[in-house]
C-alpha cells in the first residue's frame, strides 16, 4: 500500500511558477512509475506527465517546455515544476503511483493504483 500526499497547490498568476511535490510512504517508492494528473470541475482527469522508476519522462503536449517532472527516490518525492503557467492550467492537480504496466498506456489513469488527495492550483490572467 502506497500514501501519496500532495502540497505546493496555490495562487499564481499568469506566467508565474509553482512546485508541486507529492510524498509517498513505503519503501518501494523507486519502483514505481509516478504520475501527475489534473482536473477541473466537470471534465475528465487528464494526464500531465509522468516518470518512470529509470527516469524516463512523458508529458502532455500542453505543458511540454513549460512543466518539468522530477523525483527523489531518497525522499520518496516526486515534483512538478511548473512554469509560464496560464489560465488554462488551472486545476486540481493529483499525483499518482503504477507499477510498471502503467508504461504500456502512461495516460490512462485506471492504470495507476494510488491516488493522492490533490491540490489545488488557481492561474488568475
Known amino acids: 500500500q502506497v500514501q501519496l500526499v500532495e502540497s505546493g497547490g496555490g495562487l499564481v498568476q499568469a506566467g508565474g511558477s509553482l512546485r508541486l511535490s507529492c510524498a509517498a510512504s513505503g519503501r518501494t517508492f523507486s519502483m514505481y512509475v509516478m504520475g501527475w494528473f489534473r482536473q477541473v470541475p466537470g471534465k475528465e482527469r487528464e494526464f500531465v506527465a509522468a516518470i518512470s522508476s529509470s527516469g524516463s519522462l512523458f508529458y502532455v503536449a500542453s505543458v511540454k517546455g513549460r512543466f518539468t517532472i522530477s523525483r527523489d527516490n531518497e525522499k520518496s518525492t516526486v515534483y512538478l515544476q511548473m512554469n509560464s503557467l496560464k489560465p488554462e492550467d488551472a486545476a486540481v492537480y493529483y499525483c499518482?503511483?503504477?507499477?510498471?504496466?502503467?508504461?504500456?498506456?502512461?495516460?490512462?489513469?485506471?492504470?495507476?493504483?494510488?491516488w493522492g488527495q490533490g491540490t489545488q492550483v488557481t492561474v488568475s490572467s
Open positions: 499518482a503511483a503504477g507499477g510498471s504496466s502503467v508504461l504500456y498506456n502512461y495516460t490512462l489513469k485506471d492504470r495507476y493504483l494510488y
